[in-house]
Each structure stands twice: as structure tokens, then as C-alpha cells.
């Protein structure tokens, strides 16, 4: 036996307990934590980042923005692999910043979301930690039957997540799991695909995508600032992709018109260029959910999908293939209900998009 | 014109703008505050509250356990009507404990929630706040066009809303607006019903079915105490509800089995002695999202109905008529992903589990 804190030796004492007595009722195991920076996340497109657990090359500072740079060093998207046979499986996490936003929880901006392959070959959910501190250790598994699984662990959504470490006790298998090497989905775009207002980090339209297809997934959402500056372009344009998304109108949606058709013109001509044949998929914007009362947030919308609309014309008629366009309007349903605030979708918002994506996606993953 | 603060009349001259510039660009009113505690919320049965956003009768303190009369003071299923034709509208409130939790935004915690009726005559959300303080000011309607429209503004859900004021433009009309008259929804439960983890608090599955329905619901919903003790019993019964909608499995899976069939006997008995012909609704407990992993959760669902089964056959031997038993299996889905922690919904969990109740209410409250 382990020797206990001594508060805790006095706390069973006082309740007429001895330590002997308790370690007989529940022998505790000894925890061995595995680092999980010591292997790679599905997720990360590059390695050569500024931290293990960020999302852009330490080239790209400098020439993307400020503000995308700074956003890419939240972890969102990424997620460790691993196997064990361990029935409770332990986290330890450390981020560096706010733990919640007002309208997206801690378990989402900061907290880490458990999936394990099941026996018919799907990804089912397992468990989510409650992040209280920027440190935060919790039982994120308890109880499961000790058989050999393969689990996901997805990071923090909207936080910079420093450390993570997972625990299994004493005598536990544990296998550290490379990232799956088919080509991913890669996901460019706003806070929507960041992940704002997911409740936990497994639920963002791009996590529920990539279980569904079971393939990985590219998170390039920037809160605020998707927007297809030449520099993000060419990064995307960088990713051997099986399918690019492009997610960006939400925040290109205050530029003027002939921006946003320039813009998007661009971006596809970069993704054009280095892959002549890679699936496309350009979304309109989701509507404003309250859009129907604010005709300010009407016309938002509609201007905005015009000149999406151009830009994918005009690139039709230039002979650009393979380009699919996805209309806006019920992304997150047909009833107003799939938002926390208008524009950020809560888990039935990001539910209803990817289960509208996900046939577009069997489509041209198949072509 | 009227006066401008100072620091902002310095703020606009250093931005090179005369405070007679900035009132030409865009004139500001007044705004007019109306206290939403100067007429009836809809949601609560008694108006001998103690205070006028809280849901028991001030003689339950004492009778209903602590925590029930402590949480009896959460607003949560409150809702304030009002009609106006303003094109802006303002909130002001104030709530009194933690803005958030961990699996819970702001915005459900302590916030407020919007809705409209549109020209089809449905409920459409209009807006949501994002608190950050305990009093909190917010635009929640920005640009509606002026018509004259009915409102429901739903309170906080897991906070005690000491104030609400509602502001419009000097000028525009506004009118408070009793609360319906129609016999209500009762809908007695646990944490689940009172609200966790809806995004925003008109998403409940108790609130989403009032708007479907075009109903008002009384939310009795406690965290973690809706366990059918004889007192709360007996509050439920003396509401002259269109329904009672019975969902305190969830809590009372901790107790002993004989105990979970007894008090729901005796709950059901205590609500037909005052409501011969009234439906009841008695709800299983949801699964646990993780139970397919876990199987001690798995066996505590399995468990709890069985003891909830009892109840519901005994009573129907006794001849006990208008119970409708609805099984908890697939409340929240069919594949583990609506609920933020296993046992609390997200928005998806409480949407998906209203659909699953909507059809059995049309249908009883036919009958």
C-alpha cells in the first residue's frame, strides 16, 4: 500500500475508519499516466507547430493574421488515439485560457470528449470531463468492461491546451495510436466550424462528420476570422485532402460583395492548382435564426450567398470542376430552434448541418 | 436632445465627432423600462410565491425537502409575456447565484430567451442574452420591423431571477400580457426537465413542447430532487393541469427499488384523488448515453424501470385508468450523442426527446 496524505489518513481515522480498513474496501491502483504530446493527434495537418497541440506551421506566423494565428493555437479538432484494456480511464489537462464562453460551456471551450470503437465498428460516445480549473483532473471512464478498445480523445475546443495526460491503473494495458493515415477531410472555416456553441468537443458538425465517415478531419475553423486571405488559401491549398469544406461566408458575410467572389475565387483557384481533382464542397452561410423578424439579418444573408454564387459561376464557366455548392438556408434546420444567439449552432444545429453534409460528402468521396 | 454622459461625450469629440454628430448618425431614445414583476408569469401555479419569480407556495417551505424548496426558487419555465411594436428591445435582469456551470452555458444558466409570434401564428425564437455579470443589460432584439407582435421572454433556468425589466424606444407601444389561461402542462422532474443542459431556456423539453403546442407548462423540475416525496406529491395534485407528465426516474434510480414503486403509486394515487379522468404521462428514466460501456449504468436503467413497471401495473390492476407509460430507452436518440455528460441533455437530447413525447400528448390530451 501507498502511503495517503495525511489529511486523508485523519479524515478516515475521524470516521472511525483506519486506512488499513479502507484500502481493503477499495484497493486503490497506483495510476500511470501516459503524455500524450509523446505521440501525434489525428487532426494536426503539420508538424512543424509552435506547440504539440496547435494547428498551423510555426512558418505561417507573420503571414496569416494576427488573429488566425492567435486562434490557431487553440486545440480544436485534434484528437489523441489510443488503445486500452483499463475499466477506468483517467484525464489530466491543462489549458491556458478562459474555461467557458457566456453561451458555449467549459466541457466545450475547455473540456476533452471520450469516443470508443464499439464492437460493430462505430464510434460511440463514452464519456466528457467538467473542467473547473485550468488544471482539471477527472474519471473521464468508470466502470467499463476491461476488453481491448480503441478510443478518441477530442481536445479543447476554443482553449490553448498545454498538456494532456491519460491515466489507466496499474497493471492496464495502454498503446499509444498513431493518427488514421487516410487522406482527411479538411474544414475550412468561422467559429461554426471552430466549434462555437458545440456542449462538448466531440459535437462539432466537422467531429460528427469525421466518426460518421469514420475518416479524419481538418479543423480549420477561426473564430471570427475565416476569411480566405491569400495566406490561409495557400495553407489550405498545402493539405493532401480528400474533400476540402469551405465554411468561410458566416464572417466573409461583412466584406463587400466583390471581395467575398474575389476571395472565394482565390481559394479556389489555390486548392485548384496544386489539386486539379479533389472534391470541393462551397457552403452559403447558415441562415440568422432570427433572420425572420431582423430584416437587416436577412439581407446579410442574401447578399452574402449572391456573391458566393458568383464567384462559384464564374469559376464554373472558366471550366473548374468538381466544385459542389451547398445552399445555406436550412443548414441548422427549418425552425429557428438550432442556435444558442442567432448565429452559433448548439448540438442540435451542428447535428441537423452534418447530417445535410454528410450525404454530399458520401457523394463526391465516392465520385 | 437629451444629456450625454461625459465620458462619452469625450470619447466622441477625441474620435473627432461632436456629440451633435453622433445624435444626427443615429438619434438615441429613451428607453422606457417596464418591471415584468408588475404582472403574472406564466409557469407558476401559485401566486403565493416568495418571491415573483419562484415556483412553490410560500407554505411548501418546510414540508418539500430543503433542496426542493431551495431550488423551487430557479426560475426555470417562467415566462413573461408581453406585447410590443418597438423595433428594439432591451433586457434587464438580475440573477443571484453562479452565472454558469461547467456543462451549462450562461445563456440557460442565466439568461434570457426570446420568442414571437409570427403571421402563421407559431412561435419563432427572436433572441437570446449572454450574461456575464449578474445584472445584465442587452439589446435582445435589434431591428425587428415595427410591428405589433406577442412576446415571450423565458427566464433563467438554473438561477433565482431577482429582476427582469423589459426597455422599448420612447414612443413605441407596449402592452404586459397575462399569462394564458388554458389549463396547463404539469411537468414534474428532475434535472433533466428543469433544464440541463439546454444552451438557452426556452430550449427544455418542457418549453418546446408549450410552444408546439401553444400551451403553458408549470416546470417543476429539480435538480437532482425530483424524487415524489408525499409533499411534493401533493403540491402537484392540487394543480388543475391538462396533463401530468411524471419524469422523476432519473433521481429516483438511487433509491431502493420497492421505494421507486411506492412513492410513484403513491404520487399517481394522490394526483387521481383530485383529478379523476386527468392524463398522466409516466416517464422512464432516459439511458444513460454511456450505458453501452458502462454496465453498472446500464444496469441502473434497467433496474429503475423495472421498479417503475411494478408501480404502473399495479395501478392498472387496481383499475387505475389514463396512465400512458413511455419507455426511456431512446429519449434522447438512438446513437448516444444527446446528452453534454451522460445523463443531461444537450439541445439535441431535449429536442429529440420532444419529439418522442409531442405525438403521446396530442393524443392524450385529445382523448
Redesign the interface.
Known sequence: MHALPAFLALLLLSAGLSAADASKKAPQKEIVWHDASQWKPAGRAWDDTPSHYSRLPQRAEGKVTKAVWRLSRNSAGLVVYFRTNAPVIHTRHEVSGE?????????GVS?LDLY?R?PNGQW?????S???NKIHEEKI?????PEWRDYMLYLPLYNNTTSVEIGVPEGSGFEPVAPPQAKPIVYYGTSIAHGC?A??PG?TTPA?LGRKLDTPVINLGFSGNGKMEPAMAGLVAEIDASVFVLDCLPNMSSLAADEITKRTENCIRAIRKKHPATPIILMEDRSY??A??????FKKNETARAALRVAYETLAAEGVKGVTYVTGGQLFGD????????SHP??????RQAEILLPVLKRVLKE
Open positions: 474555461l467557458a464562453k457566456p453561451h458555449m460551456t467549459a466541457t473540456g470508443a464499439a460511440r460516445w463514452a464519456g466528457s467538467k473542467p473547473k471512464l468508470n466502470g467499463a468492461t456553441s456542449s462538448r459535437m460528427i435564426a432570427n425572420w423578424i431582423l430584416p437587416r439579418q425552425d429557428d430552434e438550432g442556435t444558442v444567439d442567432s448548439s448540438d442540435l444545429g451542428m447535428y
